[in-house]
């Protein structure tokens, strides 16, 4: 079975950091760009960053930009999202998944499968 598992999430500070972690299971994330994206409370889900399968090419939010840092392991299978400088407006589940693809990333839903389950989110004081 093919998935993939965040991990990560959390209660946080304003102006904390997390590191969410993006799991594959079940197939190799060599062949697929990973994109991480949020969904907060009565808002649709946005896409937040993505990267290559090859990690040369990355794309993120406006919102996030200077903030996030998307970065993968190809040898651990895992694609990782450093947040810093949190704010209570990046409150929201946080969710990766997968787009087998040969160059590039983009931040649209459409192509990626293999969803995981999500990781709570949480900036508060």
């Known amino acids: 079975q093919l998935h993939v598992v965040e991990s990560g999430g959390g209660l946080v500070q304003p102006g904390g950091s997390l590191r969410l972690s993006c799991a594959a299971s079940g197939f190799t994330l060599d062949y697929y760009s990973i994109g991480w994206f949020r969904q907060a409370p009565g808002k649709e889900r946005e896409g937040v960053s993505c990267?290559?399968?090859?990690?040369?090419?990355?794309n993120y939010a406006d919102s996030v930009k200077g903030r996030f840092t998307i970065s993968r392991d190809n040898a651990k299978n895992t694609v990782y999202l450093q947040m810093n400088s949190l704010n209570a407006e990046d409150t929201a589940i946080y969710y990766c998944a997968a787009e087998r693809r040969t160059f590039g990333c983009h931040l649209g839903m459409n192509g990626y499968a293999n969803w995981g389950q999500g990781t709570q989110v949480t900036v508060s004081s």
């Open positions: 990267i290559s399968r090859s990690g040369r090419g990355t």
